[in-house]
């Protein structure tokens, strides 16, 4: 416990934590919750829980710290009837053990995790530093070192399924890809502090493979909705996972014989807000309803187009995703996520779009390759890459009508998946999931759709991407080069180099499918504009006002 530092003089720490505590407690299970010690099993009740007396203030409370590799990820709690602060109302503080030096810095970005709870990103803390929260108009919010944890080992996110199990996400267990683990390795704990083995719940693991983990939720959780209850796995030397996960209720349980959407995207992104507009406008016209970003730690405008994106009517929602390397724990998230409202969802990239070659929409699609009766379960569409085709600044109108030049060979694919024929494992891999007998997955016809991946742009464009991403794209990126120029083959971290005929590059064939489809569909003949471009909204909202529509996270 570093900071012991009493507000007003009024409260100790110990006393604020416990006392938050019992009000969190008690205001979720405003009655009573029945609570097995140790072992769930069909034993008579050892305790209940009353509803304790609360007489404390309520105050922000930090819950958790997240030391990712470049950024520290605070969770904080908030007394019911307060307001979510903004990024002006609050600071990361920083200070050295024995309290000599203090910085502050304001934070990268602030997030809504759900109810009460406030995600802030800040800076990582200088070497022997302590991060903490500097509320404007409040003080400095305690911390302690047992919430404070690594990025890895971690239980990072959890989720309660429908077939009454517990997906428990967790980063350090460096289990083979694809394989199903031995389920007696692992055990799972549900309870508030994991220190204190008094107040704990096991149940057994039902499957696990890659980072998830799957397992029995304790009946007593089954009737109590618990909320705000933590779990964790031990392994079968009994170490326990440290864990800031508390599992959050898959949507509804019994899913509805109609779904709210046809279709919907997954996406996991970083700093892609301005390409997001087009992704988006064009998927909707071939049939998309419902979008779940995932978001990697922008700190672009992001927020701002979404909230837009809502305003005009799109079904969109943005979800902090800040986890190391869980790209495929992520689409399994989101599979889940989109189950109880998608009949088929599609997991791409933002710089990824369909291009439909028959008559029809993404619908008439899927139908033509997954008939009823046939139980397909995924639809893998091929991808071919296009080039900068000749372009050196940034395209006004978009990518789609952009760049109209790719390589001839198609590359890996991507799915378009139905989140109920999904394996209860997850297992996902490159973007391709496990099924469940009786579903099976088809390739989908390249003369009826293929995927158009803008995946080399404009340099300037490009050169964010290989920054960002130098493992993934410098085997591509050095197959096309001249091995012999050493100012072409930028190796990590060194300065990558405009290659002198980069505009042309990767440039085999012509193809304007899309872009004419794009044209004939979305050009404003007055304007000579398309939708995503910053100037139309301009013109439209002289015209007509946007509905007013604003979607709630279903997960919140
Ligand atoms: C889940 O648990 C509830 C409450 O114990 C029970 O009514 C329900 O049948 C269970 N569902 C499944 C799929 O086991
Ligand atoms: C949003 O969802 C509703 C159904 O809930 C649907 O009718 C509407 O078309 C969707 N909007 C878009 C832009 O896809
Ligand atoms: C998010 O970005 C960071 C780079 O800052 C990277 O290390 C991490 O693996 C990314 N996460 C995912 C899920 O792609
Ligand atoms: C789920 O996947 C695992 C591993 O790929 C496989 O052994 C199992 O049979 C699958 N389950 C079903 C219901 O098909």
Redesign the pocket.
Known sequence: MKERRKRNGIVSWRALFWSTLLLLVSSIFFTTLFFYPLNDSQSPLLFRWETPPTTSHATITIRETVML??QVLIFLNYPPSFRFHSKHDLLCLYFSADSTSRLTQPPIQLHIARLHEQIVRCALPPRGNTVSIFIKSDGVLPTKDSSTHHWTPLVYEALFDRDNTTLVFVKGLNLRPERLIEPSRFQCIYGWDFTKPKFFLKTEVISGAQEIIRCRTPKSILIGQAHSIKVTIQTRDTVIFPSIARPGLCARHNTPKKKAYEICICT?L?NQARFLKEWVMYHAKIGVQRWYVYD??SDDDIENVIYFLQRVGYNISQHL?P?????EA?FAHCALRARSSCKWVAFIDVDEFFHIRMKGGLSDVIWQHAKPGENVGEIRTLCYSFGPSGRREVPKEGVAMGYTCRLSGSERHKSIVRPEALNQSLINVVHHFHLSAPFVAVDADKSKIVINHYKYQVWKVFKQKFYRRVATYVADWKEKQNAGSRDRAPGLGTKAVEPADWANRFCEVKDFGLRNWVFRHFLDHRTHLLPWQPEFHHHIRKRRRPKDKIIIQPFL
């Open positions: 590799p470049d996991m970083r990697n730690n995703w986890w190391v390397k869980t790209q992520g």
